[in-house]
């Protein structure tokens, strides 16, 4: 048969738990029955991972590194070449916080609609995410606030910005079970609104009188040719 080693070491389910950026050295050896110049093929997700020819033979390692985000639930395979059947299996488990911090300077005019983005892409996934305005969680009826959350992004959503309620410094926090606490303030300045003018209307008016202009300015030429032939 074929067994895996590796470090960080495996658990009884047959996962190695670590974390974004880490390293994980994997080595395959023969054992039992079978011949151990026995040539040995690795695998990723059912992808060949291509060895050196000095790594093949008897004992065969791989090394991860950095661990990366696509890592998470891969799957590596350690088999004999001419029997897939003998073979060995472990999966990654990686973990990493969400990439949440700082500040950031919104204006926004009044009457526009207002959002506010928080990046909550962590695994394990957060336990909650909290929006909180000038230091108190926010009233989502008061400010006609909408919050949506799906696993990567929490926005806080005002459809018509009035400076009395929505003026003011935010706070997006995400509670990883893992990492805990992690947050981002957004400092947001009511602007007062513009008066927007219909640009292609405008064109159009416009090139509508520069015509009749040059309409009325040819017509007034033949008029005038018309008087000289006389």
Same mark, same amino acid.
């Given at each position: 048969?074929?067994?895996?080693? !590796?470090? +960080? *070491?495996?658990?009884?389910?047959g996962l190695i738990q670590t974390e974004l950026n880490n390293t *994980?050295?994997?080595?395959?050896?023969?054992?039992?029955?079978t011949p151990a110049d026995e040539e040995l093929v690795w695998l990723r997700n059912g992808l060949t991972v291509k060895l050196n020819e000095e790594n093949k033979k008897g004992a065969s390692s791989v090394c991860v590194s950095p661990v990366i985000y696509d890592d998470n639930e891969a799957t590596f395979t350690c088999q004999l070449k001419n029997n897939a059947t003998v073979?060995?299996? *472990?999966?990654?488990?990686?973990?990493? +916080? +969400?990439?949440?911090?700082?500040?950031?300077?919104?204006?926004?005019?009044?009457?526009?609609k207002l959002v506010l983005s928080c990046d909550i892409w962590t695994n394990p996934p957060v336990s909650s995410?909290?929006?909180?305005?000038?230091? !108190?969680?926010?009233?989502?009826?008061?400010?006609?606030?909408v919050v949506t959350t799906n696993g990567s992004t929490s926005q806080l959503i005002a459809s018509k910005?009035?400076?009395?309620?929505?003026?003011?410094t935010y706070q997006c926090t995400a509670n990883?079970?893992?990492?805990?606490?992690?947050?981002k303030t957004f400092s947001v300045t009511?602007?007062?609104?513009?008066?927007?003018?219909?640009?292609? +209307?405008?064109?159009?008016?416009?090139?509508?009188v520069i015509l009749t202009a040059i309409l009325a300015i040819v017509s007034r030429w033949r008029e005038i040719a018309k008087c000289f032939k006389k």
């Open positions: 048969g074929v067994n895996i080693e !590796s470090d +960080p *070491v495996v658990d009884g389910e *994980v050295s994997l080595k395959c050896t023969v054992g039992g029955d073979k060995a299996s *472990v999966t990654l488990r990686v973990t990493y +916080p +969400p990439e949440l911090s700082g500040s950031e300077e919104v204006t926004v005019e009044e009457e526009s995410v909290v929006w909180a305005l000038n230091g !108190s969680m926010v009233d989502l009826l008061a400010g006609d606030f910005v009035e400076r009395s309620l929505h003026e003011g990883s079970p893992k990492y805990g606490a992690y947050s009511a602007a007062d609104k513009t008066m927007k003018f219909p640009l292609m +209307p405008m064109i159009a008016a416009i090139v509508v």
